[in-house]
């Protein structure tokens, strides 16, 4: 199945939105089940989360959209910018 990798950068001071809609994130990150290979905050230099990648498999990249756009960051409209990039992982620890 394909991989794609999710970038979404935060509107600007949008701790308090972030903070706010976390824990159901976090339950559909956990619903997203073997789909979800990895997830995580990006972090600035104060180790603030400022956005957001996650790598998920998916049949096509139409798939991969619905379920980014389901996430509740992107629905509470956290996110001012996101990218959807079609990965082939060759190289690393993760692929074995």
């Known amino acids: 199945m394909p991989i794609y990798h999710l970038t979404a950068i935060d509107i600007e001071n949008g701790f308090a939105l972030r903070a706010d809609t976390r824990p159901t994130h976090l339950e559909?990150?956990?619903?997203?089940?073997?789909?979800l290979l990895m997830a995580g905050p990006i972090l600035n230099n104060e180790q603030k989360a400022v956005g957001t990648i996650?790598?998920?498999?998916?049949?096509?990249?139409?798939?991969?959209?619905?379920?980014?756009?389901?996430?509740?960051y992107?629905?509470?409209?956290?996110?001012?910018?996101?990218?959807?990039?079609?990965?082939?992982?060759l190289f690393g620890k993760w692929c074995g």
Request: hydrophobic share 40%; no cysteine.
């Open 74 to 89: 992107a629905k509470a409209g956290l996110f001012a910018s996101t990218e959807i990039k079609n990965i082939n992982p």
């Open 54 to 72: 996650a790598i998920i498999t998916a049949e096509n990249e139409i798939i991969a959209k619905q379920i980014f756009d389901k996430d509740p």
């Open 28 to 35: 559909y990150l956990k619903d997203l089940g073997d789909d």
